[in-house]
């Protein structure tokens, strides 16, 4: 479901910062070799994640939902020099893809990939982060709130990615089989209810739920 039309988001693309040469490749290469290529976070969403990793200059950062790795080398543009990026997915085929692309960028040695189940994973990692990203497995995004904000520091933000589910979150009486459906709106109301953050829905693709510590 587009929000905004197609020639407005391509004005916004054309007067927003370009992406590198390498997102270009990793984007065109996603599309061309990986299923469902439209989960990739794209040019304006991925430019969004970078001002935001500017803005907060975070030492670390947690990634929930690799894919491509597009947004995670969005995202380390605005590390701290000693920063680090923990980026978590369950789908070990991607490695290969990812490898390659990381390997290619200037954050290769700053970005930690974990395979595995996030609601294990999360819990194991003895940090605590700056900005998390959250984009993978939509039934689970409150347990993973609650499994984060702990680990979040004052100030801290979280963004979690498709929390407008293609206007689905509007159906007010969705069945027990929708459940990534379900479970965003049970996300969107337990940040709204979480006295820890102030909050922000942004129409932007998808929607983007931008959650700061207090």
Known sequence: MDFI???????????????SELLKALQKETHQKILQPRMISGHLQGRFLSLISHL????????????????????AEGLLENGSIHTIEINEELYDFQKKYFDKSSYKKQIFCHYGDAKKIIPELDLNFDLVFIDADKPNYSYYFDLILPKLNSGGII???????????????????????????????KVMAEKKVE???????DGLMICRKI
Not at 5 to 19: C, G, L, M, R, V
Not at 58 to 73: D, F, N, Q, R
Not at 199 to 205: H, V
């Open 5 to 19: 039309n197609y020639e407005i988001i391509q004005y916004a693309e054309s007067h927003s910062q370009k992406e």
């Open 56 to 75: 907060t200059r975070p030492e670390k950062i947690l990634e929930v939902g690799t894919y491509t790795g597009y947004a995670t080398l969005c995202l």
């Open 159 to 189: 963004i979690a990615d498709n929390v407008l589910w293609s206007g689905k979150v509007l159906n007010k009486n969705p069945s027990n089989k929708e459940l990534d459906t379900l479970g965003l709106k049970n996300f969107n109301a």
């Open 199 to 205: 909050n922000m829905l942004i129409p932007l693709r």
